[in-house]
């Protein structure tokens, strides 16, 4: 991975303030739709639609004049009448241990602003793992995580959803293109291995547009990312659970971080609307659940508040019956935190008690803090739109 990360040119500046829509994130049928205003005849655009979502999601071409089995006069017009978006990419910082954040800014919203959302890779022997958000800031307030302090701002439409891997696999070289730059890739085959929706946001407060997102993502015949390697990490939005399992189809992740309504009401402020007991009475439902399909519980381990052998056996007790592995997360520190990590043996004697019953608990390395892009550390500096303005937006749209 080392050898990839230095020989990275530095990043493109994307400026996508272009007037003309983005195709990235339409799914196959509005591509379609698409090359219809495009001037495409009816019975042949599921054709054309089939063509270009090859060349946008397998090839990874961010210009119609690359579509070379097209005609040149559709180009053309395709040209005229859309972009393949990619934000622009404001930072990329690389850390100590390999891992890449990118600062990632948005195209022009209906105001004008120009939102940012950060986006990280962490690379290991077998496997990449890409961490991508589905909103720009939270509306969750977890009060140990960095994203929680930015309030939320927007939605990511399906196109910024998908657009965060494309331009992943565009700074790691992972598209087929690039075999001669990389022709020694992963025993996996390939740097983005694994997505994890654990970025910046709630994804299950922004639903539809994730799971366009996922559809696209998992597309055979475009990123072609199976969604057994697709997560969707939630902090206990419980009616859209057993909708997620139904409709989505991915793995699942809960970030549950306490074993008790008291101390979940203070970490996760939600778990007031919606406490443990109706959470895992939510999982337990989760469409297609069973040993080859567990759910993963995040567990941020926090010195003095949620790290008690209490804690760990009460732990045990709530997951019985459901297939499930723990990961346990060292708390990764931000600027102005009340928080501490909790010790080294604390943590090992957490795990051990989970290992016992039954359940596999990991114990999750901090990758990337130096740059924070660790767990719970992502924050843009994009400002928080009062709710009335948001709606009337997001009506508006």
Not at 17 to 37: C, F, I
Not at 65 to 82: C, K, P, Y
Not at 174 to 181: F, K, L, N
Not at 325 to 346: A, H, M, R
Request: with cysteine.
């Amino acid at each position: 991975m080392t050898s990839l990360v230095n020989r990275l040119e530095a990043p493109p500046r994307y400026i996508p303030n272009d007037p003309r829509p983005s195709l990235v994130g339409l799914t196959r049928q509005a591509l379609a739709d698409a090359m219809g205003r495009a001037g495409v005849p009816e019975k042949q655009r599921r054709m054309r639609a089939g063509q270009v979502w090859h060349w946008i999601y397998h090839r990874g071409v961010t210009s119609f004049a690359e579509m070379t089995n097209i005609a040149g006069d559709l180009r053309q017009r395709l040209d005229e009448s859309f972009v393949i978006g990619r934000p622009e990419i404001v930072s990329e910082q690389i850390s100590s241990d390999g891992t890449r954040k990118w600062l990632l800014r948005l195209s022009p919203d209906e105001r004008g602003a120009r939102h940012e959302i950060e986006t990280v890779y962490i690379p290991e022997e077998d496997r990449g793992t890409l961490c991508i958000s589905s909103q720009v800031g939270c509306t969750l307030t977890c009060t140990f995580c960095h994203t929680g302090t930015q309030k939320l701002v927007r939605n990511l439409t399906a196109g910024e959803i998908v657009a965060q891997v494309m331009t992943a696999r565009d700074r790691v070289k992972d598209w087929p293109r690039d075999i001669e730059a990389n022709p020694n890739p992963p025993p996996a085959g390939r740097y983005i291995t694994n997505i994890v929706l654990m970025g910046m946001g709630e994804p299950l407060y922004n639903f539809d547009n994730v799971k366009d997102a996922i559809e696209i993502i998992s597309d055979g015949e475009g990123l072609s990312l199976s969604k057994r390697r697709i997560t969707l990490s939630t902090s206990g939005v419980v009616p859209e659970i057993p909708r997620a399992g139904a409709e989505i189809g991915s793995m699942l992740a809960i970030s549950l971080h306490g074993t008790t309504d008291e101390i979940r009401n203070r970490l996760v402020p939600l778990n007031r609307k919606y406490p443990i007991a109706e959470l895992l009475a939510a999982c337990r439902q989760y469409p297609g659940l069973s040993n080859a399909r567990r759910i993963t519980f995040e567990y941020v381990m926090l010195k003095g508040v949620n790290d008690s052998l209490a804690d760990a056996k009460r732990l045990v007790q709530l997951l019985k019956g459901i297939p499930a592995k723990v990961n346990l997360i060292p708390f990764n520190p931000w600027p102005g935190t009340q928080y501490e990590c909790s010790d080294w043996e604390t943590i090992e004697t957490f795990a051990e008690v989970l290992n016992r019953a039954g359940y596999a608990s990991p114990v999750r390395t901090p990758r990337g803090r130096d740059i924070m892009a660790a767990c719970g550390q992502l924050k843009s500096e994009s400002q928080k739109l009062r709710a009335r303005e948001r709606m009337a937006l997001e009506a508006g749209a």
